[in-house]
């Protein structure tokens, strides 16, 4: 596999985020805002609604599948920044990569695309449950979820994101940019080992229509993981804070 088909470096993660933190500026500050591309591994209930909210926002992204003539009718309703791919495809495409499949999955999808995630930007909102993933989820208890995934993906540069609410409050709360909620945009804990990363996420949540809450490095997605007390809160950045015991 060509090394040169997946680009690995600081200065590219470094624009990534830069572009990102532009297109979150008033708009009389920019000249304009940088869009990246958005590879999205799982276009079920998770990834199809957060990457319809990126397309909205004019990102370009590759929905994936391994049989991705069944997203026809998603892609053709987002109109040409939407496209369908195989995973392989939506890692190549992607700047940064959006992950959203089972989590019984991860093992077999590590074979087959953890060599190219090397050095990408991953947001992870992968959730462990019990009756799912037998094992796995013993693993992700014992290790921590952060851990246990960037175990089945190493040197990818994985953010916790998107795994502590359904997508259905995704969905109503990111709508029309998250303006429509009342009380404020819906906070989202994340959490990561890399800076650069981090800010790259921070500007995709922001982008989906929401405020990001940094956690912390990637043992501290536990705190809100499934099960936890920091899981399942529609509420705002401020709020969420208050509620994770973090600072102001």
């Not at 830069?18 to 008033?26: E, F, K, Q």
């Not at 998770?46 to 590759?62: F, N």
């Not at 026809?72 to 369908?84: E, I, N």
Request: charged share 25%; net charge positive; glycine share 14%.
């Amino acid at each position: 596999m060509r090394s040169d088909l997946f680009p690995t470096t600081r200065r590219a993660a470094l624009a990534l985020a830069a572009g990102l933190v532009l297109a979150s500026a008033p708009a009389q500050a920019q000249e304009g805002p940088k869009k990246i591309r958005i590879g999205v591994i799982g276009a079920g209930n998770i990834g199809g609604t957060l990457g319809t909210l990126w397309v909205k926002d004019g990102h370009e992204v590759m929905f994936a599948s391994r049989h991705p003539e069944t997203l026809k009718p998603l892609v053709d309703g987002l109109g040409p920044k939407a496209k369908a791919g195989t995973p392989e495809e939506a890692v190549r495409f992607g700047d940064a990569v959006f992950l959203a499949v089972p989590y019984k999955a991860y093992p077999e999808l590590s074979k087959e695309i953890g060599p190219a995630l090397k050095g990408k930007v991953v947001l992870d909102a992968g959730n462990a449950t019990q009756r799912r993933d037998g094992p796995l989820y013993d693993e992700a208890k014992a290790d921590g979820i952060g851990a246990t995934t960037a175990k089945y993906f190493p040197g990818a540069r994985i953010v916790r994101a998107f795994n502590a609410a359904n997508y259905k409050v995704f969905e109503k709360a990111g709508a029309n940019g998250g303006r429509d909620r009342a009380g404020g945009r819906m906070g989202i804990p994340i959490a990561g080992d890399d800076p650069e990363a981090l800010k790259v996420a921070e500007g995709l949540v922001r982008d989906a229509g929401f405020d990001p809450v940094v956690v912390g490095p990637l043992k501290d997605a536990d705190k809100f993981a499934m099960g936890s007390p920091g899981f399942g809160h529609d509420v705002t950045a401020p709020e969420l804070r208050k509620t994770l015991g973090l600072a102001q």
